[in-house]
């Protein structure tokens, strides 16, 4: 997550001239100064995310998505292992053609696996991004709006290597507030469990004819 600081003070600069003007106009009363807001809020953008109803949402349908790849992954690395074993096990009993053979083929499915990995890996880490974005997106526009009606003027975020947040009070931190305002703006509909089957009658007990 990069670190982002929003900068919510505007300063509106006007300008007016009437050079030609044949007589000059009574100065305009000048309206008061507006109060420059200094307080400084910190929030960690990442766990923030992570911490939404969405966020939990989305990061279940990424592991649902690709769980299946991962069990295949590690099944196909169980049997690459054991035949490792096979040939270390087998170098005095295994002909050189069958060590050969035996060698050849975990090379094969290393390499395939290999492959196997990067593209699943590849296409995990581009929906990750995607939805990453989609949800940083939607918080940024409200930490804006926070700052904006709490009258903060910078927010820092803290999470990461590179923060430059050595120390923060306690009144300082928003995360949490913004996970419950994310959460009231952009709320998970709870799916509703799968109904249950309609129970059996039940059977009559068999008598016996005498």
């Given at each position: 997550?990069?670190?982002?600081?929003?900068?919510?003070t505007?300063?509106?600069?006007?300008?007016?001239?009437?050079?030609?003007?044949?007589?000059?106009?009574?100065?305009?009363?000048?309206?008061?100064?507006?109060?420059?807001?200094?307080?400084?809020?910190?929030?960690?953008m990442?766990?923030?995310?992570?911490?939404?109803?969405?966020?939990?949402?989305?990061a279940?349908?990424?592991?649902?998505?690709?769980?299946?790849?991962?069990?295949?992954?590690?099944?196909?690395?169980?049997?690459?292992?054991?035949?490792?074993?096979?040939?270390?096990?087998?170098?005095?009993?295994?002909?050189?053609?069958?060590?050969?053979?035996?060698?050849?083929?975990?090379?094969?499915k290393?390499?395939?696996?290999?492959?196997?990995?990067?593209?699943?890996?590849?296409?995990?880490?581009?929906?990750d991004?995607?939805?990453g974005?989609?949800?940083?997106?939607?918080?940024?526009?409200?930490?804006?709006?926070?700052?904006?009606?709490?009258?903060?003027?910078?927010?820092?975020?803290?999470?990461?290597?590179?923060?430059?947040?050595?120390?923060?009070?306690?009144?300082?931190?928003?995360?949490?507030?913004?996970?419950?305002?994310?959460?009231?703006?952009?709320?998970v509909?709870?799916?509703?469990?799968?109904?249950?089957?309609?129970?059996?009658?039940?059977?009559?007990?068999?008598?016996?004819?005498?």
């Open positions: 997550m990069k670190k982002s600081s929003v900068v919510l505007t300063f509106l600069l006007g300008f007016a001239s009437s050079a030609f003007a044949q007589a000059p106009t009574p100065a305009k009363p000048q309206a008061a100064p507006t109060a420059i807001p200094t307080k400084i809020a910190i929030i960690n990442a766990q923030a995310i992570a911490s939404t109803k969405e966020g939990q949402k989305a279940t349908e990424i592991n649902n998505k690709f769980g299946p790849r991962k069990a295949e992954y590690d099944k196909r690395s169980q049997e690459i292992e054991a035949a490792t074993n096979q040939l270390n096990n087998g170098r005095a009993t295994l002909s050189d053609d069958a060590q050969k053979k035996l060698a050849a083929d975990i090379q094969a290393t390499t395939a696996l290999k492959r196997f990995g990067e593209d699943a890996q590849a296409e995990m880490e581009t929906e991004a995607k939805v974005q989609e949800l940083q997106s939607k918080m940024g526009a409200l930490i804006q709006q926070y700052a904006i009606q709490n009258g903060y003027a910078v927010v820092l975020n803290y999470g990461d290597q590179q923060s430059p947040v050595l120390w923060a009070a306690a009144a300082t931190w928003i995360t949490d507030d913004m996970v419950k305002l994310f959460d009231q703006v952009h709320p509909k709870e799916e509703a469990p799968p109904a249950k089957p309609p129970a059996k009658p039940p059977v009559p007990p068999v008598t016996k004819k005498q």
